[in-house]
């Protein structure tokens, strides 16, 4: 008890003793004006240091937070926090909302209004993903495809991906949010544009997965890639190509808006990523049991972050 009331204040020292050289610095600098050189210098010196030692007491610990993956964490409890669907549903958002400039129908999380172009608002702020934050369902975007050229798409769909993580493996340590989001879109000619880390993949066919499936075609390698610590270069067979997994995870649907399919933000899944060149596949694996989604089988090409114009 007594420990903690004299830290509770960091820096309140470094204050006072700021307040007492300062006024030492004018009295000396009054008296012998060559010393008050050689006192800012001893000055600067100190809070150089102590700062130093300050940011270097915070930055430890929070540069390893990693996904990890591991065969025994597969089946840990996944931490029960709120998503970001839920923290908007407690918020209390009028039906009908228009655009004040035109009348157009809007959401209440347009920046924009897809109709006039004004500048909107929004009711609710979503957390800003690195990557499509600005992006609204009902507007278009430009994607650079790899064989067809320029293609002039509207988003139908927008998904909000949680990044999970555990602290480290085991099947009692929780999967908590890191906090990150990634985003996917669904647009026209029923494309999905993913993006994850920083990689884009434009996924063009989809189709359903049993557990069987995975079991059977994906999950040992996924297993050897998670207990190499994601380091090994494990490489299999499927659908008459050789594949290489650069990825794999925990994610958590935290919010979904837009037309077509609705996937129940809460639904928690692992995600195999693998390429053969410049093609990708993408596994979906749900948790059984609850309203989670289906699992899921992509495939698509690897884009550029600039084949993408928002
Ligand atoms: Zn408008």
């Known amino acids: 008890m007594m420990m903690n009331r004299t830290a509770s204040v960091p820096g309140s ?23 008050t050189g050689i006192l800012a210098l001893w000055l600067a010196f100190y ?23 591991a065969v025994s964490a597969a089946n840990a409890p996944v931490v029960n926090t709120p998503t970001l669907a839920d923290k908007m549903a407690a918020i209390n958002i009028p ?28 009711l609710i702020d979503l957390p800003q993903p690195a990557n499509f934050g600005d992006v609204q369902v ?3 975007i430009q994607v650079t495809h790899p064989k067809q050229g320029v293609l002039t798409l509207t988003v139908h769909r927008r998904l909000y991906y949680g990044e999970l993580w555990q602290e480290s493996s085991g099947p009692n340590v929780p999967w908590t949010t890191t906090g990150t989001y990634f985003v996917g ?25 049993t557990d069987m499936d995975i079991n ?17 270069d494990v490489r299999f067979q499927y659908a008459s190509e050789n594949w290489k997994i650069i990825d794999i995870g925990k994610f958590r649907i935290e919010y ?17 990523h693998a390429s053969s060149g410049s093609d990708v596949l993408v596994v979906e694996d749900y948790q059984s049991g609850g309203s989670g989604g289906l699992d899921t089988l992509w495939k698509g090409l690897i884009i550029q972050q600039s084949d993408i114009k928002t």
Not at 115 to 120: A, D, F, P, Q, R
Not at 267 to 272: A, M, N, Y
Request: charged share 15%; hydrophobic share 40%; with cysteine.
């Open 185 to 209: 879109l669904t647009l026209d000619r029923d494309l999905f544009l993913l993006n994850w880390q920083s990689r884009f993949y434009l996924l063009d066919s989809h189709t359903p997965l």
């Open 138 to 140: 009902g507007q278009s």
């Open 95 to 122: 039906k009908d909302l228009k655009c004040p400039s035109c009348g157009a129908a809007i959401r209440p999380t347009d920046k924009k209004c897809n109709y006039c172009g004004s500048s909107l608002v929004p």
């Open 47 to 69: 809070f150089f240091s102590s700062g130093m030692h300050i940011m270097r007491a915070q930055n430890t610990g929070a540069s390893t937070m990693r996904p990890v993956m």
């Open 256 to 272: 979904c808006d837009g037309d077509g399919a609705q996937i129940s933000p809460g639904s928690v899944g692992r995600f195999i």
């Open 216 to 232: 059977r075609d994906f999950a040992p390698y996924a297993r050897q890639f998670a207990m190499s610590n994601q380091t090994a």
């Open 13 to 35: 020292a470094d204050l006072i003793f700021g307040v007492i050289a300062l006024i030492f610095l004018c009295v000396m600098s009054l008296i012998f004006p060559s010393f």
